[in-house]
Structures are given as structure tokens and as C-alpha cells.
């Protein structure tokens, strides 16, 4: 069955470091790979959409990557800060007739003043 | 102004009543959704309207009926609550339907806890 992992333990880092995370999945083949950010008590929030045939997405201090042969999407903040504390999800999607929305559980990630 | 609202915000009551929960979204979106957040914080889709008309319907007991009287609302309602019912609920709306990579945005949530 489908299944995305998303790393299940709390990402501690300082302001003004990188953090990276990450989204791997199986038995899928998703046409988009989205990221979406999730305060406490509050909808999930679109950040980024990267489609299977692009290998790297950037929006301001954000970027993704997405490796179909590893089955990876790496999501990256440079330069951090604590008000980029949050759970992030990422989201797949096929096409042609796969149309569910499929969300991992998230990683919560804590930038450390 | 809000995009996508839902009320209410929480819900408390007891196994066996019957509920429902409103979504509305003033985007001028064609697609609706509804998606179950439970305690391990897995969003899984319940249901998905394109256009008033049904077009996803997940594994999920025939107590949960969704209605759309229009495209600007999702409603859903829940017959006969149980415990494992418990778990946040959230709307959703895009432009495009899934399998297009649209964005969704997503109401606030309702929180529903069965006794």
C-alpha cells in the first residue's frame, strides 16, 4: 500500500540555521509533491507544489527537491527563525486517474532563539 | 475576511447523537473537501466535491454523509457518533480538483469529541 514518511521525532535547531526535511515515500508514483505548514490549532497552510519532472523549487528562504529514483522530497529553510517553528506535511498526488490527496504525518520542527 | 471558515469550532457530545459541521469558502472555488485529522496527526481525505458532484469518496462509514448545496458549501453531516469518531475535521477547497497539484486551503478545523 501507499505509504509517506515523514520523520516522526521533533527537529530542534538555532536561528539562522538550515533545517532540512524530509518526505520519502512508497509504492507511489506521485505527479505533484506539495508542502504545507501546520500551526497548533490550525489548518495546514500551502507552501510549495514541485512536480514530478522538476528536480528543485525555491520561494524566498524556502526550497525543495524531489528525486522520483530515491523517492525523496527534501524541504529546506535557510537562515531559520523561531517563528518558522511548525509542523510541516507533505502531500502527493498522482495523476491519470490517482486522484487522492495522500498527507504525511508531519515533522515538527522548533528553531531555538 | 475569512476563505474558508467552518462552524463550530468544537464540538462536545455524546456516542450515539447525531452532528453536523458547516464549511463554507467565498473563493470562488469549484472543489471541496473534507479530511480527518486524528490523534497521530494523519490528515486522511474523507470526501471531495467538484462542482456540487461527488468525486471522491474514501473508506468511510456510510454515517458520514456529505452535502453540497452549492459550490461554496461543504457540509457534513455524522448519524449515530462513536468514540473513535473523535478527531479534528477539516474543510478544504481548491480550484482545480486533486490529481491537478492545486493548492488547497484549508478551514481552521472543528474539533469533535465524542463522550
Known amino acids: 500500500s501507499q505509504k509517506i514518511e515523514q520523520n516522526s521525532e521533533a527537529l530542534n535547531i538555532q536561528e539562522g540555521k538550515t533545517a532540512t526535511l524530509t518526505c520519502n515515500y512508497t509504492n507511489y508514483s506521485p505527479a505533484y509533491l506539495q508542502w504545507y505548514r501546520q500551526d497548533p490549532g490550525r489548518g495546514p497552510v500551502f507552501l510549495l507544489l514541485i512536480r514530478e519532472n522538476e528536480k528543485e523549487k525555491r520561494k524566498e528562504r524556502l526550497k525543495v527537491t524531489f528525486d522520483t529514483t530515491l523517492k525523496q522530497s527534501l524541504f529546506h529553510i535557510t537562515a531559520s527563525q523561531p517563528a518558522d517553528s511548525a509542523t510541516y506535511l507533505c502531500?502527493?498526488?498522482?495523476?491519470?486517474?490517482?486522484?487522492?490527496?495522500?498527507f504525511g504525518r508531519g515533522t515538527s520542527l522548533i528553531v531555538h532563539p | 475576511d475569512t476563505a474558508v471558515s467552518q462552524t463550530p469550532k468544537y464540538l462536545v457530545t455524546q456516542m450515539g447523537n447525531d452532528k453536523s459541521i458547516k464549511c463554507e469558502q467565498n473563493?470562488?472555488?469549484?472543489?471541496m473537501y473534507w479530511y480527518k485529522q486524528d490523534s497521530k496527526k494523519f490528515l486522511k481525505i474523507m470526501f471531495s466535491y467538484n462542482n456540487k458532484e461527488l468525486i471522491i469518496n474514501e473508506t468511510v462509514p456510510n454515517r458520514f454523509s456529505p452535502k453540497s448545496p452549492d459550490k461554496a458549501h461543504l457540509n457534513l453531516h455524522i448519524n449515530s457518533l462513536e468514540l473513535g469518531d473523535s478527531a479534528v475535521y477539516f474543510c478544504a477547497s481548491s480550484q482545480d480538483p486533486s490529481g491537478t497539484g492545486d493548492e488547497q486551503f484549508f478551514g481552521p478545523g472543528t474539533r469533535l469529541t465524542v463522550l
Open positions: 502531500a502527493l498526488e498522482g495523476a491519470g486517474g490517482s486522484y487522492i490527496p495522500t
Open positions: 473563493l470562488g472555488h469549484d472543489t
